[in-house]
């Protein structure tokens, strides 16, 4: 755990959902490489008890938590195992999030329920609890209080054949500001992270075939966003050093929306 890092996370305990694979993953070993205490959550169990068993055996400090975003009990039950492991948690990011593409006049409500249910239900949820628990820890005194969700580029797009996706993640963004503005009075940053497309366990095979070979050869720099672009911010915003901004909406795309 000597990685050269940016922003320190020493002393402070990070949740990070859907941590299962994918960027939530990739944030739990960077927020560990930063010195957090790390929670991570997600609904399979086996797959967050091995990252954390990894993050530990390297010398971070973490533990895995069952957690399906989009039930209250599970998520309050998640922020109560937290404290008891660690203590007050200071950051989170809401990162579980699910997808539903295709045409939308063939999609079908099962999936968007899931879909939405995951995406703005389950960050609503995460928000709510945490934002609860951090004033219930006296965030307004202590002034650790981040809260980042991870949003999409789509929000801000059209045409991509996911328009229930895009509107979860325009959801998302508004969530964000609404919350700043609710909590800023008790030292609580809300901000929201919108990546551009990146190559994740989920969508490797669809960015290897044909069509997504040739959406990647449409994008102006011919590339996907590699997943480490995004540890600066990341780490800025549950860190000291973004202590004077919320209710802002970040995209980290590598210019692929314009």
Not at 166 to 184: D, M, P, Q, T, Y
């Amino acid at each position: 755990m000597t990685q050269a890092l940016p922003f320190s996370l020493v002393g402070r305990t990070v949740m990070v959902t859907g941590a299962s694979s994918g960027l939530g993953a990739h944030f739990a070993g960077l927020c560990a490489s930063a010195g957090a205490n790390v929670v991570l959550g997600a609904r399979r169990t086996n797959r967050i008890e091995q990252i954390a068993a990894k993050l530990e055996a390297a010398g971070g400090k973490a533990v895995a938590v069952p957690l399906d975003v989009a039930d209250e009990a599970s998520t309050i039950a998640a922020f109560d195992t937290a404290i008891r492991h660690f203590g007050a948690v200071d950051s989170i990011i809401a990162n579980a999030g699910t997808s539903a593409s295709g045409r939308s006049v063939d999609t079908v409500v099962d999936g968007l329920r899931t879909m939405f249910d995951t995406n703005l239900l389950g960050v609503y949820l995460t928000a709510r609890e945490g934002a609860r628990r951090l004033i219930a820890a006296d965030s307004r005194t202590r002034g650790h209080g981040r809260i980042v969700l991870i949003g999409s580029i789509t929000a801000d797009m059209t045409g991509q054949g996911d328009a229930g996706y895009a509107a979860s993640k325009a959801a998302v963004a508004h969530l964000g500001r609404n919350f700043a503005r609710e909590w800023v009075r008790h030292g609580i940053n809300v901000n929201v992270v919108q990546p551009g497309f990146v190559r994740t366990e989920l969508s490797a095979d669809w960015f290897d075939s044909p069509g997504g070979t040739d959406f990647i050869a449409g994008l102006h720099r011919r590339r996907l966003l590699d997943v480490e672009s995004l540890d600066a911010m990341i780490l800025y915003l549950c860190s000291d050093a973004s202590r004077q901004m919320t209710g802002a909406t970040l995209t980290i795309d590598d210019g692929q929306h314009f």
